[in-house]
């Protein structure tokens, strides 16, 4: 079982910066690929950011690419999504997930709201 706690959203002004961390229980954190997801008002969730075991390979989706950047630190059981340039398009809840597909696991937090006013 991994549980898994997000925080750093808030409220912040168009080309405005914030940095989200979600901190995961469990020593095994390292064997999971971490993820951010995001979902606006009357949208589906849809993916932002991923970052492998190691943290080799990383992915992004193509509207963030260039002004968001995904890390981790397998030493504090911590990922990372730091946002810079912030739109207002990016305003949604902002969900961390940890996946170990080999094991058919996958885990959410519960999210924080990041708010970009125009």
Do not use: H
Request: aromatic share 10%.
């Amino acid at each position: 079982q991994v549980q898994l706690v997000e925080s750093g959203g808030g409220l912040v002004q168009a080309g405005g910066s914030l940095r989200l961390s979600c901190a995961a229980s469990g020593r095994t954190f390292s064997n999971y690929v971490m993820g951010w997801f995001r979902q606006a008002p009357g949208k589906e969730r849809e993916f932002v950011a991923t970052i492998s075991a190691s943290g080799g390979t990383i992915a992004y989706t193509d509207s963030v690419k260039g002004r968001f950047t995904i890390s981790r630190d397998n030493a504090k059981n911590t990922v990372y999504l730091q946002m810079n340039s912030l739109k207002p398009e990016d305003t949604a809840l902002y969900y961390c997930n940890a996946d170990r597909q080999a094991l058919g696991l996958s885990y959410w937090g519960q999210g924080t709201q990041v708010t970009v006013s125009s």
